[in-house]
């Protein structure tokens, strides 16, 4: 029988709880009922267990329960926020503020726009990660509509200063989305003291099912107005119809729930076996940490490593743990991570970086095993490498002279 690797790759995705999963399984037979059905005890016992995640991630977030709208997931709600924005909006502005370590699913609908004629503005980042709220408010002009910050970053973990950019864009009168798919239920989030008007979330990141997101919109100071982007029965106030998918829709709720309750000491376990990774790896030379040292997720932890091929480096790895070497939503495209060389990395570092996303399941005994094998996988291929250039060196050598 195979042994599965160590799975650190939490960014990505994360296993489901089996408490969620308990929490899920009746609404997939017994109270199977559709929540819009609210003649019958089916519908209202599907309509009630809705309503129930909505009040969990309500209160999560310090919102209402009437401005959380269910979604498909992270990407939607981010499609959502940018394209319902915009076109809601289109009169009053057209130009649009994000950053250039933005996951592809705040990128992409903004790249979409600058085809409809919108203008949008590619914030660089601080070698950091995080972004200079100097260069934020230089940006701002009086037809700025909206600018689009990620709460967490998918990649390197940073942690961007949320209450202060949501500070700046409601004196200008600006609307502030925060892609936090990475952060909920990781790091307090608070959408009124943050000013926050917009959030993207998702329940796969934080052992929930896959398949189920939601987009926070709301009602008051300012009442934040979005133009639908899916048609067809108006559900969820009519931003996003379809039939809601009960049973994920529970397992987000309990996995939110989880979370929160747990938060505290699984951030301070988390923080502890990232440290005890990072001081064992750091023994070696030229080995970088990417990212802000302390603004970043408990469970977060991406290095880059002079002098291997990063290829080789993954393939290195693979047999012992299971990681990635940026995002899994960009894993087949072969340029180097557009977050990390925008940290100012060369090409040869951003290849040749590895991303570590420990989770709830991994233990102390994991991570000394993942160091040892990842210490002993980088010498290797250093050696290696050592040796093919001096055998290169020799051919050199004997060539003859023109």
């Avoid at 370590?101 to 085809?115: G, Q, R, W």
């Avoid at 009602?219 to 049973?247: C, D, F, I, K």
């Avoid at 987000?252 to 699984?266: P, S």
């Avoid at 000394?368 to 490498?385: C, E, M, Y």
Wanted: glycine share 8%; hydrophobic share 40%.
């Amino acid at each position: 029988m195979s042994i599965l690797p160590i799975y650190l790759d939490c960014h990505a995705t994360t296993p489901v709880d089996e408490r969620v999963l308990a929490a899920m399984l009746p609404y997939f037979t017994e109270k199977f009922g559709n929540p819009a059905s609210i003649g019958h005890v089916y519908g209202w016992e599907a309509e009630a267990a809705v309503k129930q995640t909505r009040e969990i991630l309500a209160a999560a977030i310090n919102a209402t329960p009437e401005e959380i709208v269910f979604t498909s997931g992270a990407t939607e709600a981010n499609n959502l926020a940018i394209k319902g924005v915009a076109e809601a909006y289109f009169k009053k502005g057209q130009h649009i503020i994000t950053v250039a370590t933005e996951h592809s699913a705040v990128i992409d609908p903004c790249n979409y726009l600058k085809t409809l004629g919108f203008e949008i503005t590619i914030l660089p980042v601080q070698k950091d990660g995080l972004i200079d709220l100097t260069e934020l408010k230089k940006a701002f002009r009086p037809e700025t509509i909206l600018v689009s910050v990620m709460a967490a970053n998918n990649e390197i973990g940073v942690l961007q200063p949320l209450a202060e950019i949501g500070e700046m864009c409601h004196e200008h009168n600006i609307i502030f989305h925060t892609d936090a798919a990475q952060a909920i239920g990781k790091i307090p989030l608070d959408v009124q003291a943050m000013k926050i008007d917009l959030m993207s979330l998702t329940a796969h990141k934080v052992y929930g099912p896959k398949g189920i997101g939601a987009l926070y919109v709301r009602r008051r100071n300012p009442r934040v107005q979005l133009a639908p982007q899916q048609h067809g029965g108006g559900h969820e106030r009519g931003m996003r119809s379809g039939t809601l998918y009960t049973p994920q829709i529970v397992g987000f709720g309990k996995a939110v729930e989880i979370a929160l309750i747990e938060q505290a000491t699984e951030t301070q376990r988390l923080t502890q076996l990232r440290q005890s990774l990072w001081e064992q790896l750091s023994q070696l030379e030229g080995i970088h940490l990417n990212g802000h040292p302390q603004d970043r997720l408990a469970g977060n932890l991406n290095i880059s490593v002079e002098g291997v091929d990063g290829a080789a480096l993954l393939l290195g790895l693979q047999p012992v743990m299971a990681i990635s070497s940026g995002s899994a939503c960009s894993s087949a495209n072969t340029a180097p991570s557009h977050v990390l060389t925008a940290l100012g990395n060369s090409q040869q570092l951003a290849y040749a970086s590895v991303r570590f996303g420990i989770g709830r399941f991994n233990t102390q005994e994991e991570i000394d095993i993942v160091a040892k094998h990842v210490i002993a996988t980088i010498q290797s291929l250093r050696k290696t490498s050592f040796m093919d250039s001096r055998k290169g060196l020799r051919q050199s050598d004997l060539a003859p002279a023109d």
